[in-house]
């Protein structure tokens, strides 16, 4: 019997878009279905993210933006390399909270780096790899900051930034998405929690069959 190929997912959007919610509606409805799901995450999807995680959104003080581009590709070859491609080759699905596109809209657009440079050294730490499909929540900065305000919990180094941060992140997305329309499903993120899962469901059937 042939061995199923495995799947990869990974979702984005600026933060309080409600990647989490999605991908736990997703991974039930993948489960019931009879499929292993994998969760993860960047950074800090391994042991070796999740001190990484704790530099890159918690530290106190300012990371020169160059050097905080390079924790999260560290992060990503280790990612890869431990955690996504086993999961693939053993034919799972991963379910993945950001990848190498919240790198080029964050540290890209965000930090006014260079996002041909980041995906470059993304692609280089992941030898290449690309999701299989990328579903991009897309929502207005002003909405999620009243949806992170009502969350009332501490924000990270990300969701402390300006609007005007925010405002440069989500067009920079819309570029990523226009460029790729193949990889990414664009999902209206101020739609009702059903009907965005229902979005993302009938794309991820056409893929698994």
């Known amino acids: 019997m042939e061995a199923r190929?495995?799947?990869?997912?990974?979702?984005?959007?600026?933060d309080g878009s409600g990647k989490t919610t999605q991908a736990e509606i997703?991974?039930?409805?993948?489960?019931?279905?009879?499929?292993?799901?994998?969760?993860?995450?960047?950074?800090g999807g391994s042991a070796v993210g999740q001190l990484i995680?704790?530099?890159?959104?918690?530290h106190r003080g300012d990371?020169?933006?160059?050097?905080?581009?390079?924790?999260?590709?560290?992060?990503?070859a280790h990612?890869?390399?431990?955690?996504?491609?086993?999961?693939?080759?053993?034919?799972?699905?991963?379910?993945?909270?950001?990848?190498l596109d919240s790198s080029v809209a964050y540290q890209g657009a965000g930090r006014v780096l260079d996002g041909h440079e980041i995906r470059s050294l993304s692609l280089w730490?992941?030898?290449?790899?690309?999701?299989?499909?990328?579903?991009?929540?897309?929502?207005?900065?002003?909405?999620?900051r009243t949806r992170l305000d009502s969350a009332d919990k501490?924000?990270?180094?990300?969701e402390a930034e300006k609007a005007e941060f925010h405002g440069r992140v989500r067009d920079a997305y819309l570029d990523l998405a226009a460029a790729e329309p193949q990889r990414f499903l664009v999902v209206d993120a101020s739609a009702s929690v059903d009907d965005i899962a229902a979005e993302i469901r009938r794309r991820v059937a056409e893929l698994i069959g």
């Open 125 to 144: 730490a992941a030898e290449g790899a690309l999701p299989d499909l990328t579903v991009l929540l897309d929502l207005d900065p002003g909405e999620a």
């Open 5 to 14: 190929r495995g799947l990869w997912i990974t979702l984005e959007g600026g």
């Open 154 to 158: 501490p924000f990270d180094r990300l």
């Open 79 to 99: 990612h890869v390399a431990t955690v996504v491609r086993p999961a693939l080759e053993r034919g799972e699905i991963v379910l993945q909270d950001r990848y």
């Open 63 to 76: 990371i020169a933006p160059r050097a905080e581009a390079l924790l999260y590709a560290a992060d990503r």
């Open 26 to 43: 997703l991974t039930r409805w993948l489960t019931d279905a009879g499929r292993t799901v994998v969760r993860t995450r960047e950074p």
């Open 53 to 58: 995680r704790e530099i890159v959104l918690h």
